[in-house]
């Protein structure tokens, strides 16, 4: 391992590369560590810190809400507009789903498409959490219209910039860009994370109490360490289909036998962003339309206002379980769309190939879809758990849900991590193998 990172070093295009990673990281850090003006940072600190639905969107997004910065958003509505544009592509939109045949060419266009998308998305996330957050807890110096407009600029300005920044990664440095900067911004909060942690469960204990904060604090580390290794395992656990060419006339036996491999969890955390949102939307929304000037309370929109705080509270029974059944039915969802047993029995046929003792056609789609389906059961089951974990340990337990680990953040950590390492360690085979080729 020290020998491959001391390689990677010595090798001057990967050396450039990795550089120029960490300035363009170092940027979105900086950023994010500059307040936008016109907020009141005393009031951030009181009344944003510890609000799970902050933590969720700093996690998904790479934002920092917590210090109203112009990185605040992060890379969250490029996200959503790209998932939006993705699905809007699968046959829903002809005109989108035509782009998509286009190769290079038409990855460009939905590409522009997806960054205007996510422009629009970007300002209206901006106006309508700079307007609640204000009404909620009076964050800004100047609460006029005119105040809220040039912060959801600032905000836009800033969510694009990074936008660009993933690109420039993507272009000319490690990895994939947008995921490296949802990666900077999760390891970024870890110190901070676990030194909360240990100041409320050890510092801030009752007297007599430290010892056993000390045992908790102790027990999250072990939790923590447990989780990386379960996520790991389950990121490369695989599905192995074997299969076989027409043309081959030799014996079948592992040593002829191609595989096609079906991941455990082919939605990665997508189906944890929808359903958050989903979850999180409705009480954004009347959020908004109860600041209005034009609103009138009525016993009706105060029924709805209360059912939309119970269900986006993660730590009531009710939302709690809401949340869950929405990630494992997103995860089905999210798999089918990506992994389409009828394409890839097309392309079996196409290739010639087959899937030993089953009839090629529809029998082998059935058969796809069968072993999909069984395995995106295991992968639903574990995505719930690791997104479920944090607020089970707040209902079961006296510990915070925004002190306890976070699965779903751990699974983006891990999975970026895993790509990068196998990201540079192709660059330097390749590197290498060019190099022996030239003697």
């Given at each position: 391992?020290?020998?491959?990172?001391?390689?990677?070093?010595?090798?001057?295009?990967?050396?450039?590369?990795?550089?120029?990673?960490?300035?363009?990281?170092?940027?979105?850090?900086?950023?994010?560590?500059?307040?936008?003006?016109?907020?009141?940072?005393?009031?951030?600190?009181?009344?944003?810190?510890?609000?799970?639905?902050?933590?969720?969107?700093?996690?998904?997004?790479?934002?920092?809400?917590?210090?109203?910065?112009?990185?605040?958003?992060?890379?969250?509505?490029?996200?959503?507009?790209?998932?939006?544009?993705?699905?809007?592509?699968?046959?829903?939109?002809?005109?989108?789903?035509?782009?998509?045949?286009?190769?290079?060419?038409?990855?460009?266009?939905?590409?522009?498409?997806?960054?205007?998308?996510?422009?629009?998305?970007?300002?209206?996330?901006?106006?309508?959490?700079?307007?609640?957050?204000?009404?909620?807890?009076?964050?800004?110096?100047?609460?006029?219209?005119?105040?809220?407009?040039?912060?959801?600029?600032?905000?836009?300005?800033?969510?694009y910039l990074l936008a660009w920044i993933g690109d420039r990664i993507a272009a000319s440095g490690i990895g994939n860009g947008i995921s490296m900067i949802i990666f900077a911004g999760i390891v970024a909060n870890l110190p901070y994370q676990f030194s909360n942690s240990y100041s409320t469960l050890v510092t801030a204990a009752a007297e007599g109490q430290e010892f056993a904060g000390l045992l908790k604090f102790i027990a999250l580390i072990v939790l923590y360490i447990a989780i990386i290794?379960?996520?790991?395992?389950?990121?490369?656990?695989?599905?192995?289909?074997?299969?076989?060419?027409?043309?081959?006339?030799?014996?079948?036996?592992?040593?002829?036998?191609?595989?096609?491999?079906?991941?455990?969890?082919?939605?990665?955390?997508?189906?944890?962003?929808?359903?958050?949102?989903?979850?999180?939307a409705p009480k954004t929304i009347m959020s908004l339309i109860s600041s209005a000037s034009w609103y009138k309370s009525t016993d009706f929109t105060n029924t709805l206002i209360k059912i939309f705080d119970y269900i986006s509270d993660f730590t009531k029974a009710g939302g709690l379980i809401l949340y869950i059944v929405l990630v494992f039915l997103f995860t089905f969802f999210y798999t089918n769309l990506q992994v389409d047993p009828a394409k890839i029995t097309d392309n079996l046929n196409k290739q010639g190939t087959y899937i030993p003792g089953i009839r090629p056609g529809t029998e082998t789609q059935t058969y796809i879809s069968m072993v999909l389906n069984r395995i995106t059961l295991l992968g639903a089951l574990f995505l719930c758990f690791i997104a479920a974990l944090p607020y089970l340990l707040a209902i079961f337990t006296n510990i915070p849900s925004t002190i306890t680990m976070g699965g779903t953040s751990i699974i983006i950590v891990v999975g970026v991590a895993m790509e990068t390492v196998k990201d540079l360690e192709d660059q330097l085979t390749q590197k290498e193998y060019k190099g022996f080729m030239k003697r």
């Open positions: 391992m020290f020998n491959t990172f001391i390689s990677l070093f010595k090798n001057k295009d990967i050396r450039t590369k990795i550089l120029f990673t960490l300035g363009m990281l170092f940027i979105f850090r900086l950023g994010a560590a500059i307040t936008v003006p016109g907020v009141d940072t005393s009031k951030l600190v009181s009344g944003l810190s510890g609000n799970d639905l902050i933590t969720m969107m700093n996690m998904l997004g790479a934002g920092s809400w917590q210090t109203f910065s112009v990185f605040s958003m992060g890379v969250g509505p490029y996200i959503t507009a790209s998932i939006v544009i993705e699905l809007l592509s699968m046959d829903v939109i002809p005109a989108l789903t035509e782009l998509t045949k286009n190769g290079q060419k038409g990855r460009q266009q939905l590409d522009k498409i997806t960054r205007y998308l996510g422009v629009v998305l970007a300002y209206l996330q901006a106006y309508t959490m700079t307007l609640t957050f204000d009404k909620a807890y009076g964050i800004l110096v100047n609460n006029t219209t005119t105040t809220y407009l040039f912060i959801a600029t600032v905000m836009t300005a800033g969510s290794v379960l996520v790991i395992f389950e990121s490369q656990a695989t599905r192995k289909i074997p299969i076989q060419y027409t043309s081959s006339t030799t014996k079948r036996n592992s040593a002829n036998l191609n595989y096609l491999p079906l991941k455990i969890n082919s939605a990665s955390v997508i189906p944890v962003i929808f359903a958050s949102t989903i979850m999180v």
